[in-house]
C-alpha cells in the first residue's frame, strides 16, 4: 500500500531527524559519528587530494540535425486470442508495456557509431555529465527582429516538448550503444532555444575511472569487459 506524505515524513524523521541540516555541522557530526582520529583524517585528505589529481572528465560532442523530440508516453498492448499464446511463454506478462519509436532510435545511433560519426575512446562505464542543447524551428510567424534576437539564444520556447521528456529521450538513445544506461549520469542540463537550423546538440563528460570498488561491484556485472578500472584498483597503477 502507498504511504501517504504524513506517515513518510514520520519516517524519514525518525531514521534521519538527529542529523544536522547545516552542512558544516554535518561534517562535524560525521566526524564524531564515525570516530575519526587525527590519523584517519589525514588519510581521508590525502585521499581527497590523490583524487582530484587522478581523476579527470573526457568530453565529446554529437549534434542531431532534427527536431527535438521528447520521449513519447508509453503504449501498453492488451493480450487478445491471437497473440496470448506467445504471451504465456513470457513468464506470465500478460500486458506488454512499450516506447514508440525506441528501437528505431537505438538503430539511428548505431549506424552513427558504425560509420564512425561518433568516436569514443570506450564504451561508456563511468560517472557522466551530459547536457542537451534542444533547438526548436524559429516561429514562422516573428518578425525580422525577432527571428533574429531568437538565434542570438535572446527568444526562448515555452512549448512542449517539456524539457525532462528531451532529456529522457536522448539519454535512452544511448543505452547500450555510448554508454552501459543512463543511471550513469551524475549531473546534467537541458536548455530549449529557438533557432532556423532545429538540432540537437549533445555534450557528454565522463570520468576517466570509476571512484571506488563499491562502484566497481555495481558495474563489473553490467559490462562484458573485464579492463574496467577504479580509483585504488591494482588495474591502475595508484
Known amino acids: 500500500m502507498k504511504q501517504n506524505r504524513?506517515?513518510?515524513?514520520?519516517?524519514?524523521?525518525?531514521?534521519?531527524?538527529?542529523?544536522?541540516?547545516?552542512?558544516?555541522?554535518?561534517?562535524?557530526?560525521?566526524y564524531d559519528s564515525l570516530n575519526i582520529n587525527?590519523?584517519?583524517g589525514n588519510e581521508i585528505l590525502n585521499q581527497r587530494d590523490m583524487m582530484l589529481g587522478s581523476l579527470y572528465y573526457t568530453?565529446?560532442?554529437?549534434i542531431l540535425y532534427e527536431q527535438p523530440e521528447g520521449t513519447p508516453r508509453p503504449r501498453f498492448r492488451l493480450i487478445n486470442r491471437k497473440n496470448i499464446g506467445q504471451a504465456a511463454m513470457?513468464?506470465?506478462?500478460?500486458?506488454?508495456?512499450?516506447?514508440?519509436?525506441?528501437?528505431?532510435d537505438q538503430v539511428f545511433i548505431q549506424r552513427l557509431l558504425g560509420n564512425d560519426?561518433?568516436?569514443?575512446?570506450?564504451?561508456?562505464?563511468?560517472?557522466?555529465?551530459?547536457?542537451?542543447?534542444?533547438?526548436?524551428k524559429t516561429p514562422s510567424a516573428y518578425s525580422q527582429k525577432d527571428t533574429y534576437l531568437a538565434e542570438l539564444g535572446l527568444h526562448r520556447p515555452l512549448t512542449k516538448p517539456d524539457w525532462d521528456n528531451i532529456g529522457k529521450k536522448y539519454s535512452d538513445m544511448f543505452n547500450g550503444n555510448i554508454w552501459i544506461d543512463d543511471t550513469l549520469v551524475v549531473d546534467g542540463k537541458v536548455s530549449k532555444f529557438?533557432?532556423?537550423?532545429?538540432?540537437v546538440e549533445i555534450t557528454v563528460r565522463y570520468l576517466n575511472m570509476l571512484y571506488n570498488k563499491y562502484q566497481y561491484n555495481n558495474v563489473k556485472n553490467r559490462m562484458e569487459s573485464d579492463t574496467i578500472q577504479y580509483f585504488g584498483g591494482d588495474n591502475n597503477g595508484l
Open 117 to 136: 560519426l561518433i568516436q569514443l575512446d570506450q564504451f561508456i562505464y563511468t560517472p557522466c555529465e551530459v547536457y542537451f542543447n534542444a533547438y526548436f
Open 194 to 199: 529557438y533557432s532556423i537550423l532545429p538540432r
Open 6 to 30: 504524513a506517515v513518510k515524513a514520520k519516517e524519514y524523521e525518525t531514521k534521519y531527524g538527529n542529523i544536522p541540516l547545516d552542512y558544516k555541522e554535518r561534517l562535524e557530526y560525521l
Open 59 to 62: 568530453d565529446f560532442k554529437i
Open 90 to 104: 513470457n513468464n506470465g506478462q500478460f500486458v506488454h508495456v512499450y516506447s514508440i519509436n525506441a528501437k528505431d
Open 38 to 40: 587525527e590519523k584517519k
